[in-house]
Nanobody, 125 residues
Framework: QVQLVESGGGLVQAGGHLRLSCAAS????????MGWFRRAPGKEREFVAVIRWVGGSTHYADSGKGRFTISRDGANTVYLQMMSLNVEDTAVYYC???????????????????WGQGTQVTVSS
């Protein structure tokens, strides 16, 4: 059974940092693009970052550029390092995996096939 399990969320003050982890099991994800999305209260799920399996290139939403770093440790663990957090970063963060995204579709959650259950990140002012 394929599973993605996020961890590392929590409550942090504005300006603080967190590192989210995503552990994948059930298959080898070395040939999957791995992404992070988030859903804030009352908003739709939005793209945060993705790391491509070909070449390891990374891409970020404008909201996280310069503050967030996505990385990969081996085939089945992905991280999202988040710095200088602000209250607008408060959301449930989800890890996702796909073998069919392209440069033009990698920000579309519908293009991802596997999802974790999410981890809550709350940033207080």
């Amino acid at each position: 059974q394929v599973q993605l399990v996020e961890s590392g969320g929590g409550l942090v003050q504005a300006g603080g940092h967190l590192r989210l982890s995503c552990a994948a099991s059930g298959r080898t994800f070395s040939t999957y693009d791995m992404g992070w999305f988030r859903r804030a209260p009352g908003k739709e799920r939005e793209f945060v970052a993705v790391i491509r399996w070909v070449g390891g290139s990374t891409h970020y939403a404008d909201s996280g550029k310069g503050r967030f770093t996505i990385s990969r440790d081996g085939a089945n663990t992905v991280y999202l390092q988040m710095m200088s957090l602000n209250v607008e970063d408060t959301a449930v963060y989800y890890c996702a995996a796909s073998r069919r995204v392209t440069m033009t579709t990698m920000t579309n959650p519908d293009q991802y096939d596997y999802w974790g259950q999410g981890t809550q990140v709350t940033v207080s002012s």
